[in-house]
């Protein structure tokens, strides 16, 4: 079980470092917002599986499994990609 945590960690590492360096130009072009709200769906996901891996429970697995869905429904808003049909493929009512 040590080894799969610590795979774990090993992605949350990688998305950390990832974060950072994204980061450090989005501070740049004022997008720093869009850039951690597309992570944290990532993020909450990777969190959920570290703690279920753990000893920590199935409550606080289940908290960020939830918390994964908004971070998801707020980015995919945030790219016009919900609420909307596709560009080229409108669909009209006979």
């Known amino acids: ?3 799969e945590i610590r795979a ?4 949350l590492l990688v998305l950390t470092l990832e974060a950072l360096v994204l ?3 989005a501070l740049h072009e004022a997008r720093l917002g869009e850039l951690l709200l ?3 769906p990532g993020v909450c996901l990777v969190l ?5 891996l753990g000893a920590h429970g199935w409550p606080l697995a289940a908290f960020f499994l939830l918390a994964a869905l ?3 429904l707020a980015d ?3 790219r016009g990609l919900l609420g909307r049909a596709p560009q080229g493929r409108e669909t ?3």
Not at 8 to 11: A, E, H, Q, R
């Open 38 to 40: 597309a992570l944290a």
């Open 70 to 72: 908004p971070c998801h």
């Open 76 to 78: 995919l808003i945030r």
């Open 92 to 94: 009209h009512a006979a």
């Open 1 to 3: 079980m040590i080894t």
């Open 8 to 11: 774990v960690d090993l992605v």
């Open 23 to 25: 980061g450090w130009r």
């Open 48 to 52: 959920a599986l570290r703690v279920s």
